[in-house]
């Protein structure tokens, strides 16, 4: 059973920094693109970023573009999402997400629904 495991979410003050960790256990991690998505009460899940298998490919967000950083280390099953300049419209619930065959390209990814397995969530708060 592969199964992605968020970590990391918390309290910070808006300007500040938070480090989102998520680790895939069940299947070989190297094999998946991964990615973040956010959900906001009452908002849909919004893409976040997404990283490629090999960690050389990023795509972000809009929203998020020049403040956050995916990254992964296939050594640990890990992948990153580091958080800077936050501010309070980016408090949600984050999740993490794998895929394993879809193609590397903005439109595919920031699509929810081509994802293979999702993680429970992290809650981040950012306070004004």
């Known amino acids: 059973q592969v199964q992605p495991v968020e970590s990391g979410g918390g309290l910070v003050q808006a300007g500040g920094s938070l480090r989102l960790s998520c680790a895939l256990s069940?299947?070989?991690?190297?094999?998946?693109?991964m990615a973040w998505f956010r959900q906001a009460p009452g908002k849909e899940r919004e893409f976040v970023a997404a990283c490629s298998v090999t960690g050389s490919r990023t795509l972000y967000g809009d929203p998020v573009k020049g403040r956050f950083t995916i990254s992964r280390d296939n050594a640990k099953d890990t992948v990153y999402l580091q958080m800077n300049s936050l501010k309070p419209e980016d408090t949600a619930v984050y999740y993490c997400?794998?895929?394993?065959?879809?193609?590397?390209?903005?439109?595919?990814?920031?699509?929810?629904?081509?994802?293979?397995?999702w993680g429970q969530g992290t809650q981040v708060t950012v306070s004004s």
């Open positions: 069940g299947r070989t991690f190297s094999i998946f693109t």
């Open positions: 997400a794998a895929d394993l065959t879809s193609p590397f390209s903005t439109i595919v990814l920031a699509d929810r629904k081509h994802y293979d397995y």
